[in-house]
Nanobody, 120 residues
Framework: QVHMVESGGGLVQPGGSLRLSCAASGSISSIKYMAWYRQAPGHQREMVAAITVGGTANYADSVKGRFTISRDNAKNTMYLQMNSLKTEDTAVYYC??????????????WGQGTQVTVSS
């Protein structure tokens, strides 16, 4: 089983940028779908962006045009570039594999996540 570790979170002002990384303990080349999710206090976990092994991406409407997901299969790493951050982007961000292109069926095991706080 491949374990994933998220990093890159932090405190940023509205309008700022952050780049999250998801490092896998093994090869991700066989993981057809991967995704970033987030969970804000009092809210359910939601899909933010998903990507296929070939690089095709899907985004939640709330982040479309601001966030970019990418993956480097050779480095076993996935990324989330977040620009024009808003206070409502504040959440713990997680990465995971999934069983479908829109990542509605994530794998069962979750990492610790990385906290993103957008505040002035």
């Amino acid at each position: 089983q491949v374990h994933m570790v998220e990093s890159g979170g932090g405190l940023v002002q509205p309008g700022g940028s952050l780049r999250l990384s998801c490092a896998a303990s093994g090869s991700i080349s066989s993981i057809k779908y991967m995704a970033w999710y987030r969970q804000a206090p009092g809210h359910q976990r939601e899909m933010v962006a998903a990507i296929t092994v070939g690089g095709t991406a899907n985004y939640a409407d709330s982040v479309k045009g601001r966030f970019t997901i990418s993956r480097d299969n050779a480095k076993n790493t996935m990324y989330l570039q977040m620009n024009s951050l808003k206070t409502e982007d504040t959440a713990v961000y997680y990465c995971n594999g999934a069983r479908d292109p829109w990542a509605t069926l994530p794998y069962d095991s979750w990492g610790q996540g990385t906290q993103v706080t957008v505040s002035s």
